[in-house]
Structures are given as structure tokens and as C-alpha cells.
């Protein structure tokens, strides 16, 4: 249990640390957005990666356990996660989390972004509480439910910062996405992107579910 508060510990103190001081904002004056991004996410991985390791080797404790109804529930969580995160990874968005930035695309094909704000945070969020659902250990309780809080944290967080770091103008660009009716608004994001990603979203979710066994060493598809 030791290594998993360490590693816990790490894994959060290195996404506040950038926000302190602005410290994000003073790495890429240094360097570019390109290179802190693809550096972070590096990092963000391995931390990652050794939290999830540490929570497999922690001590046992256990409060309920996975059956076939609750499997089937996260693995369409986890659908719906994959593919929000893939649509979410190709669309600039200047509003949230993003690996690309380009205001004008961003308008003209705002695919996903036009109905979820945080395609990215919400898929990491769907992550966590698929998770939960299927894990009652004490270790993977505390992992899932604090990855679930930091999701739900984030978005409320970026909502409040981004309406002060852009400007007035780029804010209210920004929004014109979300205008509109539901139906309107899902119109907009039916483009022809939008189902490509849809696509890669599909078929990396079922590389992910039938590599899970073999890389985290608990099969899904072993309760059917």
C-alpha cells in the first residue's frame, strides 16, 4: 500500500505542480506547445502506468465484486469512453484539453464539441467510474474514485479559467459551438470526420478490451 500512496501521490502532485505559479505557461514560453504537450502526456502516461501497477500489487481488500452485469456495464462505459476520447484527441478545442490548436478548423468542423465541452475529461471520467463499478478493492477504490473526482474537478476548473485566459472575443467564438437546439447542434457534429472517429474510436476500444487480459492481467470477456 505504500508504493500505491507514493505513486498516487506523484501522479497528483504532478498535475497541480503546472498550475502553480503558472508553470505550464512558463515551460512553453521556453520551448513551444508541441514539445510541453507531448512531453506532459509522456510523463502524464508513465505516472500513470506505475499507479495503475502499484494498485494491482497493493494489499487485497475487498468490498464487492465484479459480476457479468456490471462488466457489461463498463465495457459500454468504456466504449463510449474510447471513442469520445478519439473524437475528443482530433478536434482543436480552445475551451478544454487538447492536443491540437486551430481556431478556424475548430469552428468550421467542431464535430463532438458541439455536444460535449470536455470530450477528453469526460471520457477519462467514464474511465474511472467503469472502473469502480468492477473493482472492489480497497487500493482500486481509492485510485478510480480520486482519477473520477480530479475528472469532475478539471471541467469545473476549465470552465471557470478559460472564460479569463482567452479573450473576450475568442471566448464568445468559442461558445457559438454549443448554440443551438440539440438537434441543431447534432447536425453540425454528424460530419464526415465525425465518423471516422467513430470508426477508429470502435476499433481501438476492441484492441484495448481484447489486450486487457494479457497487459493488466484481468480479462472482461472471461465472465461471458
Not at 115 to 142: D, K, Q, S, T, Y
Request: proline share 3%; aromatic share 10%.
Amino acid at each position: 500500500m505504500t508504493e500505491f500512496l507514493l505513486a498516487l501521490f506523484v501522479f497528483l502532485f504532478a498535475h497541480i505542480l503546472p498550475q502553480i505559479g503558472d508553470l505550464r505557461g512558463k515551460i512553453i514560453s521556453l520551448t513551444n506547445r508541441k514539445t510541453y504537450i507531448i512531453g506532459y502526456s509522456i510523463l502524464s502516461t508513465v505516472l500513470l502506468v506505475w499507479l495503475i501497477s502499484a494498485a494491482l500489487r497493493a494489499p487485497k481488500t475487498v468490498y464487492y465484486a465484479a459480476d457479468p452485469t456490471t462488466v457489461r456495464i463498463a465495457m459500454g462505459l468504456m466504449l463510449v469512453a474510447v471513442i469520445l476520447f478519439v473524437m475528443g484527441a482530433m478536434r482543436p478545442n480552445s475551451l478544454s484539453v487538447s492536443f491540437r490548436r486551430n481556431i478556424d478548423m475548430e469552428n468550421k468542423k467542431p464535430g463532438i464539441l458541439t455536444l460535449v465541452r470536455h470530450p477528453i475529461i469526460v471520457a477519462f471520467g467514464l474511465w474511472a467510474f467503469a472502473h469502480i463499478i468492477v473493482n472492489g478493492e480497497l487500493a482500486n477504490i481509492l485510485l478510480f474514485g480520486i482519477m473520477l473526482a480530479f475528472s469532475v474537478l478539471g471541467m469545473l476548473r476549465l470552465n471557470k479559467t478559460k472564460a479569463t485566459k482567452l479573450s473576450a472575443a475568442a471566448y464568445q467564438q468559442a461558445l457559438q459551438k454549443e448554440a443551438g437546439s440539440f438537434g441543431q447542434r447534432l447536425r453540425r457534429a454528424l460530419d464526415g470526420q465525425f465518423w471516422i472517429e467513430l470508426v477508429i474510436g470502435a476499433v481501438l476500444y476492441m484492441a484495448i478490451l481484447h489486450a486487457h487480459g494479457a497487459v493488466i492481467g484481468v480479462d472482461p470477456l472471461a465472465y461471458f
